[in-house]
């Protein structure tokens, strides 16, 4: 099979769109269908908003051509820009390259970005080593390409850190479920409440940088802050774990948008989600729109096991049951490799309650290209 029979065009018309009453929600880009990719358009009659403008190549083990996984990324970011450029804010949940833009391509992705308001996860705190130094690199690309004065090093201030969240009180079931574990997860627990100190340790003493604004572009810091622009309310929630229980991958920001009694909720990346106290959010949001991120199950064995898949499943079945929302696209990670046999469960209870769950690529009437190239072969 060549890419080029997959390659999804620019103009679809309203295939990939979900209609919510005032709402429209693109779906820009997903793992679904072709790259790492997690993007969507928000039209509401106030405001445009593109979430997570970033797209990467599918990894090594998946089983396509490397020149056919570049096209497929070019494609995400084609689509990304031709949907981008009409926005009035972009949102970035976290510094992965699959969700925010290379240093490599910003120049030529910038017109996303010119004369926007950018909500954007703090890069300060609640951020692991590796992100931060992406985070820096970003917005010092987004400053001197779009009108900032001297060096992003201007904006560089002391510290202002302030312990206010402790991850064990914030999540109190998943805590004591590790807290109560012996062997050798016990001893994965106490690698992990190292790793925290490090870093905790290391938003003390690094220098921050401020947001900013010049005459072309706004950066605001979002992580649990609201936004209001006409009628239509942007909510975003405190930084949330990319993942596991303390994952040294680090954390993200999820968000939810209002128009009326119209709510979306884009989760970002929680695999699953993995976190009960994460499916009690989204379940407490009361959204009737989910994009979600289903659990890395190409990575089982090693980044994620058999407990990780079975609370993936069994807080989405949760989700599926308590919102009831109309329709959830579950993609990402979760369509880097086959992954229906394994969320069966799932299926059957979004079936059982009349709830729309699907792929993005389902959503637009394709096979996720996981499973096109398995029947294929």
Known sequence: MMSGDYLVPNDLGDKDVIGLNSMRIRLIFFDSLGAKCSSVLVETPDVSILIDPGAAGLQPGFPL??????????RAFERILHYGVSSDVVVITHYHYDHHIHPSRLEGMIDIFRDKTLLIKDPNQWINGSQRLRALKF???????????????????????????DPFNDHPRTSALWLEAEGKKRMVLE?????????????????????????????????GREFRFGDTIIRFSNPLFHGQFLDNVGWVIGLMIEHGKDRFLFTSDLQGPIIEEYAEWIVDSKPDVIVADGPPLYTYGFMIGREDVEWAAKNMRLII??????????????CR?????????????????SVKLCTAAEHIGRKPLIEHVASYK
Not at 65 to 74: M, V
Not at 148 to 154: A, T
């Open 65 to 74: 051509p490397l020149e056919d996984k570049a096209l497929l990324r070019e």
């Open 191 to 223: 690698a992990k409440k190292r790793w925290f100190s490090r870093i905790v340790e290391a938003w003390r003493v690094k220098k921050w940088i401020r947001p900013f604004q010049t005459d072309h572009v706004k950066v605001v810091f979002a992580d």
């Open 321 to 334: 049951r308590d919102a009831r929302p109309t329709e959830i696209i579950w993609d990402h990670h979760m």
């Open 337 to 353: 490799g086959l992954f229906r046999d394994r969320l069966g469960d799932v299926y059957e209870c979004a079936e059982r309650m």
């Open 139 to 165: 917005l010092s690309g987004i400053y001197e390409l779009l009108g900032g004065e001297g060096s992003v090093k201007d904006l560089m201030e002391d510290s202002k850190f302030r312990m206010s969240s």
